[in-house]
């Protein structure tokens, strides 16, 4: 039988009357219950009300230079909810888990006919330490719109004058009979795209300059900022040389270090001196964007000049220092940068800067893989990567570094595949766009930058999946990456033609992997690469032929394939020129320089041109040579297919002792495979039929 455990059946308790101890149990447990809530309600409070951050929202008069409060502005941040500003402009954001140091992700800063002013400033917002308020800056859409365009008309105006200017010059000249017809026509093309380029670069560059905020300049700055919005940029840069800023940065800096050394130093002083040099920095960095807009190469080599004296201004300052390697790697000196990024890393590491130390070798490796020292280059980026990623995952802005990873990261991946090992070449490849897809959905603010890099990746992603069991990612990459890279390119062709180019070059190259079914397809891709191509070999031959050469390449071997040897010979010799141009020089294109040799002698042997055959052949054979010795297993399927070509023209003309020789030194390559065995057995019978 169970037991009664109904308190109010309890014999001596009448039924249908009130239990007393029943409300006494309810009341204690109600009590009990409230208490409970209390503390949770408190704890909760104390988790996550943490932290809270208190700003103003100015408008900012982008003519008169004033600012003015702004109310009913609405702000929506990660991790704190919405907000409006009130009649002061002023408003308070509560973080509930937040702390002093954090990043704050802005998801949207609204209201009506406006946009940011400092985008710069509030991409980079983080949690107040010193609860100092934080300043939003918007202004009129129209305003900027109109400032932005006044602009730009004044600096194209100019720019045109300086281009009528130095065709007169350059005519007189010729009337002078200074120098020949052919030398006249190279130095006008040459003025007509460095013309051409000014006017794309000036957009790009006015958006900087338009946003200044010139409430914060000195009366010096303003005379200078006068000129660049009129246009004038060459005065503009004799102002700032006249300044002698590097000069007074360099000072400056070597005062700072006096400070930091004297353990009596006034910290006001120091933080004044800070101060200064960061608005000489900000000066600099608009000199150099006005150099950059100016071209020439005289302008480029003292923009190298002003970026290596603040670099080596005061090495333990690192970031100006991975500013200055960025600066050489985009420039594509990959020699330089190398010693740059490896006397970095030393330096952070005597310096006891983990993170400098780590980026630095991480860099270090990507470079290694463009000269292709690519078992180094995967050494140094196994070594970095995790342990940056550990290292970045223990910072307050944990979003700082995912690009530089995320590049990182790709970088192995490539560089994995390249060395036939595809399975953890993928893996690496996957990591990369999963961080990089995150970074670029990251928040309202994110740079542009990130989702043009995304694309890219994609790109990159599936010309290495190809040619491995992962090929089908392949197509389905570039079908969301090439929309991407063409929206980027109808607001700036001349910046993003190259990218185009290279997209529709990959998926011509995906195209002709997955087969005959795919004719169509891979010819239309090629001829949508070469078309781009062209637009950014016309405003830039010196970085894009090469590139166009790999792609006529491609052409010639989807040509040769389908036994169009005629048109495979004319793109063939069309990007030979290119290489051997190229690789005089020292660019890196002896890769391409070998291919192109071995192809064009794959040509002419089914012509039957055997002696022209055999001269190719012998070319890309000592092309190859050098590059199997380096990285023997990257190029020993190349250097086993330029003896087992040997042997074979050598066969065709009868020379099979010869033959021999070259199929020997297939076999000792690449014992394995199926292609040597059966050429050399080959050979061997022709010897016995011979005798």
């Not at 802005?106 to 917002?125: C, L």
């Not at 001196?273 to 964007?289: C, D, G, H, P, T």
């Not at 740079?447 to 599936?462: D, N, S």
């Not at 040579?625 to 297993?633: A, D, N, Q, S």
């Amino acid at each position: 039988m169970q037991k009664n455990t109904n308190l109010c059946s309890h014999p001596g308790i009448t039924s249908g009357k009130t239990c007393i101890i029943t409300k006494v149990l309810k009341n204690f447990c109600l009590l009990k219950y409230c208490t409970v809530l209390f503390v949770i309600s408190m704890l909760t409070t104390s988790l996550f009300a943490q932290s809270e951050q208190r700003g103003i929202v100015l408008e900012y008069d982008n003519v008169k230079h004033q600012k003015t409060p702004l109310a009913d502005v609405e702000i929506v941040v990660a991790n704190a909810g919405s907000t409006i500003t009130d009649k002061k402009g002023e408003f308070v954001l509560k973080f509930r888990q937040l702390q002093p140091g954090d990043k704050i992700t802005v998801r949207r800063i609204m209201k009506n006919g406006y946009e940011i002013f400092n985008t710069d400033v509030v991409e980079q917002w983080h949690v107040s330490r010193e609860n100092s308020p934080f300043e939003i800056l918007l202004v009129k859409t129209e305003r900027l719109e109109e400032a932005r365009h006044e602009m730009v008309q004044r600096a194209s105006r100019q720019t045109e004058k300086e281009y009528e200017r130095d065709m007169r010059q350059l005519s007189n000249q010729f009337k002078k009979q200074n120098f020949g017809e052919e030398e006249y026509k190279r130095r006008v093309r040459e003025l007509e795209r460095n013309y051409e380029q000014k006017l794309d670069d000036i957009d790009n560059y006015i958006e900087r300059f338009v946003r200044i905020d010139w409430t914060e300049l000195s009366a010096k700055e303003k005379k200078v900022m006068d000129l660049v919005a009129k246009g004038k940029f060459e005065e503009a840069i004799e102002s700032y040389e006249a300044a002698n800023l590097v000069e007074r940065f360099v000072q400056q800096q070597a005062s700072i270090a006096q400070l930091e050394s004297d353990e009596k130093a006034i910290e006001r002083a120091q933080k004044q001196l800070l101060e200064q040099q960061k608005r000489l920095m900000r000066s600099i960095n608009q000199e150099v964007e006005l150099l950059h807009l100016q071209g020439s190469k005289e302008n480029i080599d003292r923009i190298d000049e002003i970026l290596r004296t603040v670099a080596f201004a005061d090495t333990t300052n690192h970031e100006v220092m991975f500013r200055y390697g960025h600066y050489l790697r985009n420039q594509g000196r990959y020699e330089d940068v190398l010693k740059i990024y490896e006397d970095l890393a030393i330096r952070a590491r005597n310096d006891h800067d983990t993170l400098s130390e780590l980026r630095a070798t991480m860099f270090a490796g990507t470079i290694l893989d463009k000269i292709g020292e690519y078992e180094k280059s995967v050494e140094l980026l196994s070594e970095a990567l995790p342990s940056l990623e550990r290292y970045n995952q223990t910072l307050r802005d944990t979003a700082r570094y995912i690009d530089d990873i995320a590049y990182g990261y790709h970088t192995l991946g490539y560089t994995l595949a390249l060395l036939h090992r595809p399975d953890e070449g993928h893996q690496y490849l996957q990591k990369a766009l999963l961080l990089l897809y995150h970074l670029q959905k990251g928040g309202y603010n994110q740079p542009p930058r990130y989702r043009l890099q995304y694309a890219m990746m994609l790109v990159k992603t599936a010309a290495v999946l190809r040619n491995s069991s992962w090929m089908e990612e392949s197509e389905p990459a570039l079908r969301e990456a090439i929309p991407i890279v063409e929206s980027f390119y109808k607001q700036k062709p001349y910046r993003h033609a190259f990218s185009l180019a290279y997209a529709w070059c990959c998926y011509g190259q995906v195209y002709f992997t997955m087969g005959d079914s795919y004719m169509e397809e891979t010819e239309y891709a090629y001829r949508r690469s070469l078309d781009y191509f062209r637009e950014a070999v016309e405003k830039n031959p010196d970085a894009y032929m090469g590139e166009m050469a790999k792609c006529k390449l491609y052409l010639g071997e989807f040509f040769f394939v389908h036994s169009e040897l005629d048109k495979a010979i004319e793109n063939y010799e069309w990007s030979l020129k290119v290489f051997e141009q190229k690789t005089a020089v020292g660019e890196n294109y002896k890769h391409e320089l070998s291919e192109t040799y071995f192809d064009l002698g794959s040509c002419y042997y089914f012509q039957q041109r055997y002696n022209e055959a055999l001269d190719m052949d012998l070319k890309a054979l000592t092309a190859t040579e050098p590059l199997f010795e380096k990285e023997p297993i990257v190029y020993r399927d190349l250097m086993s297919m330029c003896l087992r070509h040997m042997a074979n023209v050598h066969i065709a003309l009868n020379n099979y002792e010869e033959a021999q020789k070259y199929a020997r030194r297939a076999m000792n390559i690449d014992p394995k495979q199926a292609e040597n065995r059966q050429i050399m057995t080959k050979i061997e019978n022709k010897l016995r039929t011979s005798k």
